[in-house]
């Protein structure tokens, strides 16, 4: 256990659904990641925070997908209007500060029929 | 240019030798580097972290880096088959940003 806590574990919707997923990191992290992972795939990158401040955004990112950090604790990822290729592990991880070691939690496993 | 590539394996040896992994990084402001490891249906874990030029030794891990052909390397002695696992390159880029490589599947066979 890492200390960082995602929910749910697992996700199935139908297409054309809205799903959310939170992250809870270690509390005294203040740097949060959201990433993307398919099969025999790394983790892509989708977006950062520093605090409640956004940082970055992937360009691939469509503007179906939103985060947020609310007062710079958990963090939330909602996905709108899912399509098939939606479909995939969501990684939350969690840092001290840039450039130190990022805690993932164990993912939320995404799968839009 | 990806920003981060590695050879996708799998890369097979067998216990007890030494497996050699790659990375190249195109951000040549990257100043941080890691190793992580990621067992089969599991997150990503942190091995290594190396932040200057030349070799960084961790029991049977060796991490290399040169920046100036933006390249790092990780070597495992004595493979055993416990490491078989996908090992993640992750440059923290110019701006602090963490990103990973696809990753190499390495498979050590007993």
């Known amino acids: 256990d890492t200390g960082v806590s995602q929910n749910p574990r697992h996700k199935i919707t139908k297409r054309g659904q809205n799903v959310t997923f939170r992250c809870d990191p270690i509390?005294?992290?203040?740097?949060l990641y959201w990433y993307r992972q398919t099969l025999g795939q790394g983790p892509e990158f989708l977006t950062y925070?520093?605090?409640?401040?956004?940082?970055?955004k992937s360009r691939l990112l469509s503007d179906r997908f939103s985060a947020e950090r609310p007062k710079g604790s958990f963090s939330t990822l909602e996905i709108q209007r899912t399509e098939q290729g939606d479909s995939a592990m969501y990684l939350c991880?969690?840092?001290?500060?840039?450039?130190?070691?990022?805690?993932f939690g164990q993912g939320t496993r995404l799968t839009v029929v | 240019q990806k920003e981060v590539e590695q050879n996708s394996g799998p890369l097979s040896v067998p216990e007890g030798a030494i497996a050699s992994l790659n990375c190249t990084y195109s951000?040549?402001?990257?100043?941080?580097f890691f190793w992580y490891r990621q067992y089969s249906g599991k997150s990503p874990e942190l091995i290594m972290s190396?932040?200057?030029?030349g070799d960084k030794e961790d029991g049977r891990f060796t991490a290399q880096l040169n920046k100036a052909s933006q390249y790092v390397s990780l070597l495992i002695r004595d493979s055993q088959p416990s490491d078989s696992a996908t090992y993640l390159c992750?440059?923290?880029?110019?701006?602090?940003?963490?990103?990973f490589g696809t990753g190499t599947l390495l498979a050590v066979q007993p």
């Open positions: 925070f520093q605090n409640e401040a956004q940082l970055e």
């Open positions: 951000d040549r402001g990257s100043q941080s």
């Open positions: 509390s005294e992290h203040n740097r």
């Open positions: 992750a440059p923290s880029e110019t701006t602090n940003k963490l990103i």
């Open positions: 991880a969690s840092l001290r500060g840039p450039d130190t070691e990022a805690f």
């Open positions: 190396i932040y200057s030029n």
